[in-house]
């Protein structure tokens, strides 16, 4: 499995931006795909956004597409979460995860980061 470690989450304003980094360690992070889900307080975790192991392939949640963009950089281990436009509801942990195969099911990721807090204030 790959340890993964997000930085980047923060208190910002509405309308304003923020950009989540994942490190991975290992040299198998160009073997996973990468995701990256957010759980709100009382909420269940949901899906944000995933990248295939090339990056050549992205999904994204309907939430945040045109708004939040996925990218990685396998020289540097590391899948980031560029977040524009962001609004109060997307105030939540986030969270990234790696597994073998593209997929947007939490259930599906076996290592787990340890989240960053994005708040965003109205």
């Known amino acids: 499995q790959v340890q993964l470690v997000e930085s980047g989450g923060g208190l910002v304003q509405a309308g304003g931006s923020l950009r989540l980094s994942c490190a991975a360690s290992?040299?198998?992070?160009?073997?996973?795909?990468m995701g990256w889900f957010r759980q709100a307080p009382g909420k269940e975790r949901e899906f944000v956004a995933a990248?295939?192991?090339?990056?050549?392939?992205?999904r994204y949640a309907d939430s945040v597409r045109g708004r939040f963009t996925i990218s990685r950089d396998n020289a540097k281990n590391t899948v980031y979460l560029q977040m524009n436009s962001l609004k109060p509801e997307d105030t939540a942990v986030y969270y990234c995860?790696?597994?073998?195969?593209?997929?947007?099911?939490?259930?599906?990721?076996?290592?787990w980061g340890q989240g960053t807090q994005v708040t965003v204030s109205s």
């Open positions: 290992g040299r198998t992070f160009s073997r996973y795909a």
């Open positions: 990248t295939s192991w090339s990056g050549g392939i992205t």
């Open positions: 995860a790696a597994r073998r195969g593209l997929s947007q099911d939490a259930a599906d990721f076996g290592s």
